[in-house]
């Protein structure tokens, strides 16, 4: 396919990592190789697994639960083997306010924090909202990012996506949405949408643009591709949860069409969601009912209408690549993932990134392993799950290991809840609705039994997490033989 000269220029396509992510990596493993020495796995460059952690969706109980498992690695020696660090919804609101420290993961301490001190103050909130409303693209993704932004992760970091990529301290984030206008099309590879540091596509398509011209218009002539360049608040915005409820089952999710997801979501709005709801009445209540903000509001969340990205593959003219459900659109709309997939799997499977484990930390509320689907239809490797964990997903053990063959990555599934820390089925499912995703901003005493709770978990499977670590060590080894099995 021959593009127009616009479109080739900025578009790239390929299944292989951005030149840039290609660096950071190579970097990166050099500090990974460090910490397996000092864990007393010796191992040289090419026998450095490529290991990611994976933060799942589930609002602020998902953003405080990264944050604390992150902290317990630290403490433990762990984080620093971690190559990548992926998110959705909640865990990438944990994320988008982590990596305003470049030396985040030498310093969870700073981090955790954080998560007690006032929020930002309305004022500031208000002003944030005037002036991001200037620029005419102002929407519930504006809205969302602020609430979120300032009062549960307690800043507005303005920051681009594209500086997180220098400081190989941290692992490589990769934050993932969906594109709503296709969630109703037979179209799964125009679905999950991919963010990092140095191209931001389609996964599937293997369609991508350079981070910094992400929602730049860049068709046509005199076209601006200079900007604005994505922020950390819009991207949190994005990541808001247009989930369905805890009490909806996943099967009838997946049948939920984008309309249907917005007719949920002002259920949520009139019914659930206390958090955007008080906040909308102390807002109405601190400025005059007229005030440009209070109808601003108000106008957007009776119509929904979720931030626009320019869309850089608008008249794509590969009819066979792209499907019409993104070439005829002049906007992206970049909603949370947790509509299809509550864990940021997809990024982590297949041949691009060559993943050897996956540490899946699931804080959600979701049916257990939808993305099995997704992985069958496309054809992406994805280990086998047992029966006995199919069994007990409604009162789950603290740790399973699902064992990678070959291509397929082997993953650390690691639950919130768990067998450990409650008695029953009951209480499981008494702790899920009681930090259940729709609801004010947590207490001190919220937060902390969370912290706890997660650190308790990391100490809990730390053992099989060394293991593990070990194994994929070897796995990696065996790789780079060429196949040829060796002893370490």
Known sequence: VILPCVLQKYVHQSQSLSAGEQEFVLRRKQVVQKSLNKLGLTCTLDMVPHIALLGSGGGQRAAVGLMGSLFQMEKDGLLDTVLYLGGVSGSAWSMATLYSDHQWSTNMDNAVSRLSKPGIGLTDVLIFLAKRAQDGHFSLTDIWGVLT???????????????????????????????????????????????????????????????????????????????????????????????ARNTNSAKQRNKMTPNDHDCHMVHVLNADSKLQLSVLHYVAWFVSPVSWFIQTLIAQIKKLEWGKTENFLYQYPGRLIVPSCIRVKEFLQLIDAGVMINMPYPPFLGEKRDTDLLIALEYGADETFRVRDYAAKLKKPFPKLEEKFLKE????????????????????????????????????????????????????????FLLETVKANMKYSKDTLLREIAKAVIRRHIKASDGVPVSI
Not at 166 to 186: E, W
Not at 395 to 400: E, G, L, N, S, T
Request: proline share 7%; glycine share 8%; charged share 25%.
């Open 149 to 243: 932004s300032g009062f549960i992760m307690k800043q507005l970091d303005v920051r681009s996506l594209s500086e997180d990529g220098t400081s190989i301290t941290n692992p490589y984030p990769i934050y993932s949405t969906v594109n709503k206008n296709c969630l109703q099309h037979d179209s799964e590879k125009g679905k999950w949408f991919e963010m990092t540091p140095h191209q931001a596509g389609f996964i599937d398509l293997g369609l991508f643009i350079n981070t910094p011209n992400l929602g730049s218009r860049i068709h046509g002539a005199g076209s601006d591709v200079k900007g604005p360049e994505l922020d950390m608040v819009t991207l949190q915005g994005a990541s808001i949860s247009l989930s």
């Open 393 to 448: 997903k409604d009162w789950p053990r603290p740790c399973y290991v699902f064992k990678g063959k070959k291509k397929e990555p082997t993953i650390l599934y690691m639950p919130l809840f768990n067998r450990q820390n409650c008695k029953d089925e009951n209480e499981f499912k008494a702790k899920m609705k009681e930090f259940s995703t729709f609801q004010l901003p947590f207490s001190q005493q919220k937060i902390e």
